[in-house]
Antibody, heavy 125, light 110 residues
């Protein structure tokens, strides 16, 4: 069964850092691009970042560029999101999602077919 | 990267059809045939419903269909069922390896 499991969420002060992980199973991880998508409380979905299957290409939403870094370790079937300089507006449930092909644009070109259950990040003093 | 515009709500009786619009610009919806749709029940992860404007992933009922005209994409749910009550989000490729979601539409089955 194809599964994604996020971890690493929690409460952090403004200006602080947090690293999220997304553990994958049930498919050949390196063959697929991956994305992070977040949802603030009571709000809609917001695409955050994507990474190609090889990890060589990455892309970020303007709202997080320069503060967040996406990466993956294909040997560990795990994707990461390093979040620095966190702001109150980064408070959200963070979902990881699997693309249907390997290119970095795949998640938004061809869709995201498997999603994790999300991990909650709260930025507050 | 402004969010695509969707109506906040839509509704229909069981068995009826409901259509949700998703309006963007020539830089996203209008510029590419890369529109996807997702269904999200409260407290759950989104579910992949439509890709490349009108294609259905395996397992998605054919009651769900997608289309596009100009800068506006649409999702139609025919033969509404109680389990279709959920939030629906469109998504589009926006160039430069970036993507954008819609504002979301809450569908109510009356």
């Amino acid at each position: 069964e194809v599964q994604l499991l996020e971890s690493g969420g929690g409460l952090v002060q403004p200006g602080g850092s947090l690293r999220l992980s997304c553990a994958a199973s049930g498919f050949t991880f390196s063959n697929y691009a991956m994305s992070w998508v977040r949802q603030a409380p009571g709000e809609g979905l917001e695409w955050v970042s994507a990474i190609s299957g090889s990890g060589a290409s990455t892309s970020y939403a303007d709202s997080v560029k320069g503060r967040f870094t996406i990466s993956r370790d294909n040997s560990k079937y795990t994707m990461y999101l390093q979040m620095n300089s966190l702001r109150a507006e980064d408070t959200a449930v963070y979902f990881c999602a699997k693309g249907t092909c390997s290119g970095v644009s795949c998640p938004h070109s061809y869709g995201m077919d498997v999603w994790g259950q999300g991990t909650t990040v709260t930025v507050s003093s | 990267q402004s969010a695509l515009t969707q109506p906040p709500s839509a509704s229909g009786s069981p068995g009826q059809s409901v259509t949700i619009s998703c309006t963007g610009t020539s830089s996203d919806v209008g510029g590419y045939n890369y529109v996807s749709w997702y269904q999200q029940h409260p407290g759950k992860a989104p579910k992949f419903m439509i890709y490349e404007v009108s294609k259905r992933p395996s397992g998605v009922p054919d009651r769900f269909s997608g289309s596009k005209s100009g800068n506006t994409a649409s999702l139609t749910v025919s033969g509404l069922q109680a389990e279709d009550e959920a939030d629906y989000y469109c998504s589009s490729y926006a160039g430069s390896n970036k993507g954008v979601f819609g504002t979301g539409t809450k569908v109510t089955v009356l």
